[in-house]
């Protein structure tokens, strides 16, 4: 079954401890993004992804990092998490073999419901 | 940055009833496409249309784009107790823009 998957679901931790959240896509699709969503905000783009080792600042970048090491993975990683990174987090990917006039659709994982405390 | 601006907000119909919401967007896009939220849970894909299109049916669900007014609207028709979500337009450039989204509850 295509899909993308996302670890963990729920996570609740301090001020301060790293923490990294999973991300794969068993579609081969090329590109792949980080999104969070916060009430009557919407989806903001964190980081995104157009290959292997080409990443890119989405539009809210602070406070994350991402990698690209496999063409499947895509972690966030939050170095030192504060409080307002507190939000509900979703990871997505799309082929990318027509770039930017793409008309794929973007599949998007369950979501990762983060709480900073 | 929301590139995509969904009106209303939020939106309370009877079941049968139709649902329609609209999008608003400031640049030029290639393609336009919608998406349903069910609470809490991942986007889905509902429906896409390109730039030189108009118009799109898919089932209950019918697109308009308006170019020049640069907005689209998403009209659910006969709407059943698991349409209710929230609805988000997307633009689609090198990345996807939402909007805020159009909430919507159908009530049996």
């Known amino acids: 079954e295509a899909q993308v998957t996302q670890n963990p679901r729920y996570l609740i931790t301090v001020t301060g401890k790293k923490l990294t959240v999973t991300c794969s896509q068993n579609?081969?699709?090329?590109?792949m993004s980080w999104y969070r969503q916060d009430p009557g905000l919407g989806l903001r783009q964190i980081y995104y992804?157009?290959?292997?080792?080409?990443?890119d600042k989405g539009d809210v970048p602070e406070g994350y990092k991402v990698s690209r090491k496999e063409k499947r993975n895509f972690p966030l990683i939050l170095e030192s998490p504060s409080p307002n990174q507190t939000s509900l987090y979703f990871c997505?990917?799309?082929?990318?073999?027509?770039?930017?006039?793409?008309?794929?659709?973007?599949?998007f994982g369950p979501g990762t419901r983060l709480t900073v405390l | 940055s929301q590139q995509g601006e969904e009106d209303p907000q939020a939106l309370s119909i009877q079941e049968g009833e139709n649902a329609t919401m609209n999008c608003s967007y400031k640049?030029?896009?290639?393609?336009l496409q919608w998406y349903r939220q069910n609470s809490g849970r991942g986007l889905v894909h509902l429906i896409l249309?390109?730039?030189?299109?108009r118009e799109k049916h898919s089932g209950r669900l019918r697109v308009t784009l308006d170019t020049s007014k640069k907005s689209s609207s998403l009209l659910i028709t006969a709407s059943r107790a698991a349409d209710t979500a929230s609805y988000f337009c997307?633009?689609?450039?090198?990345?996807?823009?939402f909007g805020a989204g159009t909430t919507v509850t159908v009530r049996a």
């Open positions: 992804s157009m290959n292997v080792e080409v990443t």
């Open positions: 997307a633009r689609n450039d090198y990345k996807l823009s």
């Open positions: 249309i390109r730039s030189n299109e």
């Open positions: 640049t030029s896009i290639n393609n």
């Open positions: 997505a990917s799309r082929p990318w073999t027509s770039g930017a006039r793409s008309t794929d659709t973007q599949y």
């Open positions: 579609m081969n699709h090329e590109y």
